[in-house]
C-alpha cells in the first residue's frame, strides 16, 4: 500500500493507533529573505500559470521556497526532490520533498535520519495529509526514534501551507495556516521547523 493510497488522516491515525490533536506550536522564528528571492519568486508568480498542476506548483513555488530557507541549513541537511522511501509494502512511495541528515560521504547519499515529508496538492488537503502522515510514520519507523524524535510534515497548494509534527504515537495539527501573501510569515513558520530539525539532529549525536 503506497502513501498515496491514504485518502485521509483517518485511515492512518486508524492503522498505525496514533491519537491526533491540534494545537498552536510553531514559533515563528524571523529570518531574512534575499531580495534576488522576491524579485525572482514574484516574476513567476506574474508570468507563469501553475494553478491546474501539481508539478507546476512544486517547480514555480513550492521547490524555490524550500530550496531558499534551505540555504541557511545546508551544512546540516540535504533537500531531496520526489525520492522514494520505502519501509515497508504498506508504507513507501515518493514524497515530494524530503529533508534529511546530510551524508558525509557526500550529496549522492540518502542518509537517515530523515525530518521532514512534504506534499503539494493543488487544493486537496484532506488528501494530502492523509498521505503524508503515512510518510511521517514511514520516516519514524525507519528512524527508528518514535519514543524521541520529532518529525515534521507540510502540506501545501503553493498558496497555503499547513504544519503538523509526529512524535511517538500523537499527531499534532498546527491550528495556523500560513500564506504565500505573508511570506514573511511563511519563511519564519519554515524556519522554525529547520530549527527544531537541527535541534533534533543535535539530541541525536550526543
Not at 502513501?3 to 490533536?21: G, M, P, Q, T, W
Not at 513555488?61 to 546540516?76: A, D, G, M, Q, W
Not at 529533508?99 to 525530518?115: D, I, R
Request: glycine share 4%.
Amino acid at each position: 500500500m503506497s502513501f498515496d493510497s491514504y485518502k485521509n488522516v483517518a485511515e492512518v491515525l486508524k492503522e498505525y493507533s496514533i491519537v491526533s490533536h491540534e494545537e498552536n506550536f510553531i514559533v515563528e522564528t524571523e529570518i531574512n529573505i534575499r531580495d534576488a528571492f522576491r524579485e525572482d519568486l514574484e516574476f513567476s508568480l506574474r508570468e507563469f500559470t501553475f494553478e491546474e498542476s501539481e508539478y507546476a506548483i512544486c517547480e514555480a513555488i513550492i521547490f524555490p521556497i524550500l530550496k531558499e530557507i534551505y540555504r541557511s541549513y545546508r551544512e546540516s541537511f540535504s533537500l531531496w526532490s520526489h525520492k522514494s522511501l520505502i519501509y515497508d509494502t504498506m508504507l513507501s512511495g515518493i514524497p515530494d520533498y524530503i529533508v534529511a541528515k546530510k551524508s558525509p560521504l557526500g550529496k549522492e547519499v540518502f542518509e537517515q535520519p530523515f525530518f521532514v515529508a512534504v506534499e503539494a496538492k493543488r487544493d486537496d488537503f484532506i488528501k494530502g495529509w492523509g498521505q503524508c502522515l503515512a510518510e511521517m510514520v514511514a520516516i519514524q519507523k525507519i528512524n527508528q526514534q518514535s519514543e524521541f524524535q520529532n518529525i515534521f510534515g507540510i502540506v501545501s497548494n503553493g498558496q497555503f501551507w499547513q504544519f503538523g509534527k509526529l512524535k511517538s504515537n500523537l499527531f499534532t495539527r498546527e491550528i495556523k495556516s500560513y500564506t504565500l501573501s505573508d511570506l514573511d510569515m511563511l519563511f519564519a513558520a519554515l524556519n522554525y521547523i529547520f530549527v527544531q530539525c537541527r535541534l533534533e539532529l543535535e539530541l541525536m549525536s550526543q
